[in-house]
C-alpha cells in the first residue's frame, strides 16, 4: 500500500492522519484553509465523544489547553416549559463543549512526531487524476500553482460541501429540506447572568436556537428559523438583531444588543441532511460530512467523523501490515461497518428536528405526549434489561 492523501483537514481527515500515522502508515493531509476552523467553531459533543479523545491520549492535554469545557446539564424547552432533558453533575457532565480548531491543532502536532505525515495548508484539489475508472491522485493548487500527488488511496473528508464529491460525480440522496444555521460566539464579561453552566435549547412557533457555555467567558449561540419564517443569515448584525432577540429569552438581549456586532465571531452553515448511496469508487472512499452530512444540533456530526475514521484506520492499517492494496471491496467494508450508525443517527436527528416545522397543535401533540410517552417506554425497557442481567 503506497501514500493515502487524505482531502480535508477536519475531524475526519485529522483523526484519520493521526491513527495511520502512529503506525507508520505515510499520509498526506490537503487542507484549503491557511488555518483550522477559521470560524472558531465550538460544538457541543456527548460524553463518548470525550471518551473517544481520552482513550487515543489527547482529553488531558486539550483540557490542559482549555479546548473542553464541561456542561453540567441538557434542557430543551417549548412554551417555557421543559419537554426533554438530562441532570448531570460537575463530576458526570450531560455534555461538553468541545473547541473544534484546538482539537486539529493538537491532532497536528502528535501528527509531526511521526515520519510520513505532511499536511499542506491553503491547498485547494481541483481535478482527480485517473486510471481508468479509479482514482489515482488528485491535482492541487496553492500559491506555488499546480502540483499533481499520486496516491494509493485518496480519502474525502472535505465536508458537506465536498469537492472531490462533485468531482467524481457522486449525488448523495438528500433527507431533508437544506436549511441555514447561524453560529454566534460572544463575550460574556458585564453579562454575568448570561454565562449559562449546561446546554439550553428553546423552541418556538418561529425558531430553534440553542446556548452552550464554550469558554471561561464565551458561550455559544446556534440559531434555525422554521421554513415559513426563514431569514437571510448572512445578513448583518444589524438587519438580524430584532428577530433574534425575538426568538431568544430575555436574560440575553442585553448581551445580544451589545455585543452582536459586525466583528462578532459567527458563521453560516446551509445544513443539508444527506447520504451517498455508495460512499466510494475505485481509489476513493468519502468519509465524515463528504459521505453522509450530519446536523450540527447534538455534536452528531463530530462523533460521525471520528468513529467513521477509526473504522477506516483500522481496514487500512489491517491492509497495510498485511501488504494488502487498498482495494473497492476494502473501502466497501469500512463503508458497511459505518453506515447502520449513520442512518440511525440521521433518523434521529431529523424526527428531532420535525417539530420546528410543524403546526402548533402538532407540535404541542409531539412534545408533550410523543416524546414523554417514547421516553417512558424507552427508560421501562432499559430498567427490564438491568433486571434480567441482575438476575443472571
Same mark, same amino acid.
Request: hydrophobic share 40%.
Given at each position: ?214 469558554? /471561561? @467567558? ?5 440559531? %434555525?428559523?422554521? #421554513?415559513? =419564517?426563514?431569514? *437571510?443569515?448572512? +445578513? $448583518? ?90 482495494? /473497492? @471491496? ?5 463503508? %458497511?461497518?459505518? #453506515?447502520? =450508525?449513520?442512518? *440511525?443517527?440521521? +433518523? $434521529? ?44
Amino acid at each position: 500500500m503506497g501514500d493515502i492523501v487524505i482531502v480535508g483537514g477536519g475531524t475526519a481527515g485529522m483523526m484519520l492522519a493521526f491513527q495511520l500515522a502512529a503506525q507508520g502508515i505515510p499520509v498526506r493531509v490537503i487542507e484549503r484553509h491557511a488555518e483550522f476552523g477559521s470560524d472558531g467553531s465550538t460544538a457541543c459533543v456527548e460524553p463518548p465523544v470525550i471518551r473517544t479523545l481520552n482513550q487515543l491520549g489527547l482529553l488531558n492535554e486539550l483540557t490542559a489547553r482549555s479546548h473542553v469545557m464541561p456542561l453540567t446539564s441538557v434542557r430543551k424547552r417549548y412554551g417555557g416549559r421543559i419537554y426533554a432533558g438530562i441532570a448531570g453533575s460537575p463530576d458526570r457532565p450531560a455534555r461538553y463543549a468541545l473547541d473544534v480548531p484546538g482539537l486539529l491543532s493538537l491532532l497536528d502536532e502528535r501528527c509531526r512526531q511521526f515520519p510520513g505525515y505532511s499536511l499542506e495548508r491553503a491547498t485547494t484539489v481541483v481535478k482527480v487524476m485517473r486510471d481508468g475508472a479509479g482514482v489515482r491522485g488528485v491535482i492541487v493548487r496553492n500559491e506555488g500553482g499546480e502540483q499533481r500527488i499520486p496516491a494509493s488511496t485518496v480519502v474525502a473528508c472535505d465536508g458537506r460541501a465536498s469537492t472531490l464529491r462533485r468531482l467524481v460525480g457522486m449525488k448523495p440522496e438528500i433527507l431533508e429540506v437544506p436549511w441555514e444555521m447561524l453560529g454566534i460566539r460572544l463575550r460574556t464579561d458585564g453579562f454575568p447572568e448570561t454565562l449559562v453552566e449546561g446546554y439550553e435549547e428553546y423552541l418556538t412557533d418561529r425558531s430553534l436556537t440553542a446556548v452552550f457555555r464554550s469558554s /471561561d @467567558q464565551h458561550i455559544t449561540i446556534l440559531w %434555525r428559523r422554521a #421554513r415559513r =419564517y426563514a431569514l *437571510k443569515l448572512s +445578513a $448583518s448584525p444589524r438587519t438580524l438583531l430584532p428577530y433574534l432577540v425575538q426568538d431568544v429569552p430575555v436574560r440575553y438581549h442585553a448581551l445580544l444588543r451589545d455585543r452582536f456586532t459586525a466583528d462578532v465571531q459567527r458563521t453560516v452553515l446551509r445544513i443539508s441532511a444527506d447520504r451517498l448511496r455508495r460512499w466510494h469508487v475505485p481509489g476513493l472512499i468519502l468519509l465524515g460530512d463528504a459521505a453522509h452530512t450530519m446536523s450540527p444540533f447534538g455534536g452528531q456530526g463530530i462523533a460521525a467523523a471520528l468513529q467513521d475514521a477509526a473504522a477506516a484506520a483500522n481496514h487500512i492499517t489491517h491492509a497495510f501490515r498485511e501488504g494488502i492494496p487498498f482495494t /473497492d @471491496q476494502l473501502a466497501a467494508r469500512i463503508e %458497511r461497518d459505518r #453506515r447502520p =450508525y449513520v442512518a *440511525k443517527a440521521q +433518523a $434521529s436527528q431529523l424526527l428531532e428536528a420535525e417539530p420546528l416545522n410543524m403546526t402548533r397543535p402538532a407540535r404541542w401533540i409531539s412534545l408533550g405526549i410523543v416524546t414523554p410517552l417514547s421516553k417512558w417506554f424507552s427508560g421501562l425497557k432499559s430498567t427490564r434489561g438491568r433486571a434480567a442481567v441482575a438476575r443472571g
